[in-house]
């Protein structure tokens, strides 16, 4: 079974910019949650998505919002890019939205210059 | 007080030797309990999960869960180089995850 896929990889982006990263979460899960994996603050959540539908949302600004389809694919978008974005953003799928394990991509590391 | 709390280490081991990871908690709705295992440039590969009190055991590794003292350890067993990675707990009802342990395992 294909696990977490996130694309892309890598992205370099300046300030002031925009960002969509994508998700692709393991066949057959309906949850999709977003981290931001920082050196300095462990992972944070973002916010997470079950059905097509928002279920949490972290203590994030605005700028960073998503969204799920009904494949169960996921998006991200920082627009207008700060240095602190830097950051590496991990998807991560489960089957439901309480006491399943989550199984992470290996994430897209965001350079912000 | 954070509601996870986990030493960040680094945690420096010879080969072979037992390793002891711990993670406390102050939420007593967490009812599931998991351990990730992070290898530089990866995303976090889950090692074990668990939802009960007591011992979990896989391979080298072995969960241990007191929900009573609100303390969960993961233990490594002749440890290997290959085991060096960071190490995160995590627990759920909401999920909440541990600042991660750095584990360097030297030949």
Redesign the interface.
């Known amino acids: 079974k294909a696990g977490?896929t996130?694309t892309p990889r890598y992205l370099i982006k300046t300030r002031g910019q925009q960002v969509t990263l994508s998700c692709s979460p393991i066949s057959g899960h309906r949850s999709v949650?977003w981290y931001q994996q920082t050196p300095g603050q462990?992972?944070q959540?973002l916010f997470e998505y079950f059905s097509e539908t928002q279920r949490?949302k972290g203590n994030f600004p605005g700028r960073f919002s998503g969204r799920q389809f009904s494949n169960s694919r996921s998006e991200m978008n920082v627009s207008t890019l700060e240095l602190g974005d830097s950051a590496l953003y991990?998807c991560?799928s489960s089957l439901t939205l309480?006491?399943s394990?989550?199984?992470?991509?290996?994430?897209t590391?965001l350079t912000v210059t | 007080q954070k509601e996870v709390e986990q030493d960040p280490g680094p945690l420096s081991v010879p080969e072979g030797a037992i390793v002891s990871l711990n993670c406390t908690y102050s939420n007593s709705a967490f009812q599931y309990f998991m351990w990730y295992r992070q290898y530089s440039r990866k995303g976090p590969e889950l090692l074990m999960y668990t939802y009960s009190s007591g011992n979990k055991e896989d391979g080298r590794f072995t969960a241990q869960v007191d929900k009573s003292s609100k303390y969960i350890s993961l233990f490594i067993r002749d440890s290997q180089p290959s085991d060096s990675a960071t190490y995160l707990c995590a627990m759920a009802g909401d999920m909440r995850f541990g600042a991660g342990t750095r584990l360097t395992v030297k030949p």
């Open positions: 977490v996130q949650s462990g992972l959540f949490n991990l991560a309480e006491g394990p989550l199984h992470f991509g290996n994430g590391r």
